[in-house]
Nanobody, 118 residues
Framework: QVQLVESGGGLVQAGGSLRLSCAASGRTVSSYVMGWFRQVPGKERESVARITWSGAYTWYATSVKGRFTISTDNAKMTVYLQMNSLKPEDTAVYYC???????????WGQGTQVTVSS
């Protein structure tokens, strides 16, 4: 069984930075694609960034490209999302996810709230 635990959310002013962490555990997680998603109440969940544990593959949504950076620490089995130049429209609950492909995320964390004030 894979478990994902997010941390690092909070309240920040526009232009500020936050780093989200996703601690992953489980025998199969190292073979999975890892992703960060976000969701605002009443809106569809949005894919933000993706990475493989080797780091050979990364992908970013257009809305965050150049501001967010996804990375992994394989020794700690942790995925990070460094968020810089935050905007009020980045406000959302951010979720970490893991799955065998970018089309199939099987495991989800509990989410962490990010609020960006203007």
């Amino acid at each position: 069984q894979v478990q994902l635990v997010e941390s690092g959310g909070g309240l920040v002013q526009a232009g500020g930075s936050l780093r989200l962490s996703c601690a992953a555990s489980g025998r199969t997680v190292s073979s999975y694609v890892m992703g960060w998603f976000r969701q605002v109440p009443g809106k569809e969940r949005e894919s933000v960034a993706r990475i493989t544990w080797s780091g050979a593959y990364t992908w970013y949504a257009t809305s965050v490209k150049g501001r967010f950076t996804i990375s992994t620490d394989n020794a700690k089995m942790t995925v990070y999302l460094q968020m810089n130049s935050l905007k009020p429209e980045d406000t959302a609950v951010y979720y970490c996810a893991a799955g065998p492909s970018t089309a199939e995320y099987r495991y989800w964390g509990q989410g962490t709230q990010v609020t960006v004030s203007s």
